[in-house]
């Protein structure tokens, strides 16, 4: 499981460092793709297997479904840690997510988010915790 965040940097070549406590999960080479709310989404090739089998098992007649599972799919690239510890972000990942130079990297369970370090302060500044909190029941969750 991922957990915890970290701040590095996109240097001018689009090269950003992973951490080390994550590369012991993701392995040498892992997948990035286009994820929700303007940031990018990083999986175990296992994981991304199984929610990759899950869009392709959407009905192709449905529109949203087409929708859904070209976003990240189309989107997705596998990418491979070189000696230093980096991966090379593509231009279209990082102008998607607007990543510059400071990003955050987001342990979040089965996969990682990497945010530009000012949407990253934003997402945080307005997301109103005892609102969502008061919603997680509805989806089986308590504290």
């Known amino acids: ?34 994820g929700l709310d303007g940031c990018l989404f990083v999986y175990a090739n296992e994981d991304w297997n199984i929610f990759a089998q899950k869009l392709t098992a959407l009905p192709l007649t449905n529109d949203d479904a087409r929708d859904f599972a070209r976003f990240f799919l189309a989107g997705a690239i596998t990418v491979e840690v070189d000696k230093q510890g980096r991966i090379l972000l593509p231009s279209t990942l990082r102008d998607f997510a607007d990543l510059k130079k400071d990003v955050v990297l987001a342990g979040v369970g089965s996969r990682i988010e990497l945010w530009s370090k000012e949407a990253w302060d934003e997402k945080n500044r307005t997301t109103d915790i005892k609102k969502i909190t008061a919603g997680m029941s509805g989806l089986g969750l308590t504290i």
Do not use: C, W
Request: charged residues 25%; glycine residues 6%; without cysteine.
């Open 1 to 34: 499981m991922f957990m915890n965040q970290y701040n590095h940097t996109v240097d001018a070549k689009g090269r950003l460092i992973i951490p080390s406590e994550f590369r012991e999960i993701l392995g040498e080479r892992f997948v990035v793709t286009k």
